[in-house]
């Protein structure tokens, strides 16, 4: 069984100190052999918080691309995995300069055959239009960075920020088609969670609450459609980061855990 986690970190915000060891907490006691990570800052003296959870958390290979937000600042998204990364790449997704905004992209690694992309779309609620855009481009790169042939189907972990009933995830889980095209990824939460509704962003945690937002569930793992013989069926999905393991939370985000059938 393959376990995926994806979290968006939340880049160096909050009591970042305390929460890095939180997160790596939760890493050790889940066991995942891929994370998606989100909001990686890179710091001007090479200081990336990704490398500093795979290091601390043990036994994570990394694939790191962020884009410069201020000079020598690096802002982006990684993969982790148990596995040595035999290839990496980094694709722009649609942008357009707001207050706020940065450029967001995908991050692709193929590890022991398996592609997986770490993305973060768009926040601002009134964003749907700009995010269906990037979901098209999205679409475009696990197609065309895929290996065909692969054991397992593309996976996908992030951020998205959107509901599961906004068009853009509609698109992605083959709910609706947007420029008469259609796609279909297992949406992990949906098709194997438990009975509640996922909320990723959760106003149970104070460092959600304190943006005065609705809670939602905006993270996901999507994985492509199975093989013939079952490989990359989702099993079993499940919120974590949800609590506080050694005294706070690990991000204003929960995260998702996704096993996946290989």
Do not use: K
């Not at 001007?44 to 201020?70: K, M, P, S």
């Amino acid at each position: 069984m393959l376990r995926v986690v994806t979290v968006n970190v939340w880049n160096l915000d909050g009591p970042w100190r305390q929460r890095r060891v939180e997160l790596v907490a939760w890493l050790q006691a889940l066991e995942p052999d891929v994370v998606c990570l989100q909001e990686i800052v890179e710091t001007a003296d090479g200081r990336n918080q990704a490398q500093w959870i795979a290091d601390a958390a043990g036994g994570f290979h990394r694939a790191y691309r962020g884009r410069e937000i201020r000079e020598g600042v690096l802002f982006g998204n990684a993969v982790l995995s148990r596995w040595p990364i035999d290839e990496t790449s980094d694709h722009d997704l649609p942008y357009e300069p707001a207050e706020g905004e940065v450029q967001r992209l995908v991050v692709h690694a193929r590890t022991r055959g398996v592609d997986v992309f770490s993305t973060h779309l768009n926040w601002r609620f009134h964003d749907g239009a700009i995010r269906e855009r990037q979901v098209l481009a999205l679409a475009d790169v696990v197609e065309r960075s895929s290996a065909p042939g692969s054991a397992l189907p593309p996976i996908v972990g992030g951020d998205f920020n959107a509901d599961p009933d906004s068009t853009e995830m509609r698109f992605l889980t083959g709910l609706a088609s947007l420029e008469g095209r259609s796609v279909y990824f297992q949406d992990a939460w949906r098709i194997a969670g438990g009975p509640g509704p996922g909320l990723t962003w959760d106003n149970r945690n104070p460092f959600a609450a304190a943006e005065h937002e609705p809670s939602r569930r905006i993270d996901y793992v999507l994985v492509g459609w199975r093989r013939d013989g079952g490989a990359g069926r989702v099993e079993a999905a499940r919120v974590v980061c949800d609590r506080a393991l050694t005294g706070t939370f690990a991000s204003d985000h929960f995260g998702l855990l996704a096993e996946i059938n290989d």
